[in-house]
Nanobody
């Protein structure tokens, strides 16, 4: 049974930073981050391949968010800087064994495993 545990969400003022963590049980995966803002559909935010060689970002976060991974801890980090109220959402990490580039990384239905979500609230 694969488990994903997210942490690091919270309340921050606009311009501030947060670091989200996604820890997977037992092994390394390709990890994607998605978010769902109130009244909106879930959307892709960022992804990092299992090999750690490639990262992908939603255009609006490209210059503000950074992915990294520590495979010794089976943990992927999403460093979020210069946060704006538009970043307010529940953030979910998702994992899959696939480890290759492609549009699949942006599609939530391609990931087999999901965390419970962590709330990020950015005040203006």
């Amino acid at each position: 049974q694969v488990q994903l545990v997210e942490s690091g969400g919270g309340l921050v003022q606009a311009g501030g930073s947060l670091r989200l963590s996604c820890t997977t049980s037992g092994r390394t995966f390709t990890v994607g981050w998605f978010r769902r803002a109130p009244g909106k559909a879930r959307e892709f935010v960022a992804a990092i391949l299992r090999s750690g060689e490639d990262t992908y970002y939603k255009e609006s976060v490209q210059d503000r968010f950074t992915l990294s991974r520590d495979d010794a801890k089976n943990t992927v980090y999403l460093e979020m800087n210069k946060l704006t109220p538009e970043d307010t959402a529940v953030y979910y990490c998702a994992a899959d064994m696939k480890d290759y580039r492609g549009s699949w990384l942006l599609r939530s239905d391609e990931y087999h495993y999901w965390g419970q979500g962590t709330q990020v609230t950015v005040s203006s």
